[in-house]
Nanobody, 119 residues
Framework: QVQLVESGGGLVQPGGSLNLSCSAPAHIFRVYTMGWYRQAPENQRDLVAS???????DYADSVKGRFTISRDNAKRLMYLQMNSLKPEETAVYYC?????????????WGEGTQVTVSS
């Protein structure tokens, strides 16, 4: 069973910052695209940002310029630096690892970490 472990969630005031991290096994981290998704109550789970094994990044339009995704391959850690947080970004944030095989997608999920943006 592949384990992705998130940390760094919590309560932050509007306009504040948080840094999330996610660890993954070496054989996953080495080749999988890693990403962060978030899901608020009664909403679907949406992509926030992703980074390929080669370092190419992608962001949801709503977080561009405020969030930064990065990965440290030596430490097998992925990060999400979140700045200027908004109350509507309160959600459970999930770490994801995804690999596209020729005929299927293989992916794993962490258990999630709660981010609450509130005064």
């Amino acid at each position: 069973q592949v384990q992705l472990v998130e940390s760094g969630g919590g309560l932050v005031q509007p306009g504040g910052s948080l840094n999330l991290s996610c660890s993954a096994p070496a054989h996953i981290f080495r080749v999988y695209t890693m990403g962060w998704y978030r899901q608020a109550p009664e909403n679907q789970r949406d992509l926030v940002a992703s980074v390929t094994s080669g370092g190419l990044t992608d962001y949801a339009d709503s977080v561009k310029g405020r969030f930064t995704i990065s990965r440290d391959n030596a430490k097998r850690l992925m990060y999400l630096q979140m700045n200027s947080l908004k109350p509507e970004e309160t959600a459970v944030y999930y770490c994801n690892a995804r690999f596209l095989f020729p005929s299927e997608v293989n992916e794993y999920w962490g258990e999630g970490t709660q981010v609450t943006v509130s005064s």
